[in-house]
């Protein structure tokens, strides 16, 4: 089975950086899509980065210039690298991936999307 373990969380000050990391564990898999989601109490969950198999990256709108997706793909492990924190960047963090695992001996496929437990991130005002 795979599973996804994020590090890194923690409280910060305000304008202080933290950096997140997500590192997916198992074997006979390969790891398309990863993302960090993140949802505050009472909101949504949000997207807030994503960066493809080949490194192609897509950001909130709320993240761009402050935070930096990144993935070693030789450590099967995204990162989030979060810079200038605000006190709205408060919210429960969590690690997305898109894998292909191989489920039998005979060699078949399954594409699933698997999620973390969250780590949470808390910055001061």
């Known amino acids: 089975q795979v599973q996804l373990l994020e590090s890194g969380g923690g409280l910060a000050q305000f304008g202080a950086s933290l950096r997140l990391s997500c590192a997916a564990s198992?074997?006979?898999?390969?790891?398309?899509?990863m993302a960090w989601y993140r949802q505050a109490p009472g909101e949504e969950r949000e997207l807030v980065a994503r960066?493809?198999?080949?490194?192609?990256?897509t950001y909130a709108d709320s993240a761009k210039g402050r935070f930096t997706i990144s993935r070693d793909n030789a450590k099967n492990t995204v990162y989030l690298q979060m810079t200038s924190l605000k006190p709205e960047d408060t919210a429960v963090y969590y690690c997305?991936?898109?894998?292909?695992?191989?489920?039998?001996?005979?060699?078949?496929?399954?594409?699933?999307?698997?999620w973390g437990k969250g780590t949470q991130v808390t910055v001061s005002s």
């Open positions: 960066i493809s198999r080949a490194g192609s990256t």
């Open positions: 198992g074997s006979g898999f390969s790891i398309n899509d």
């Open positions: 997305h991936a898109n894998i292909e695992r191989i489920v039998n001996v005979e060699g078949a496929r399954v594409t699933r999307d698997y």
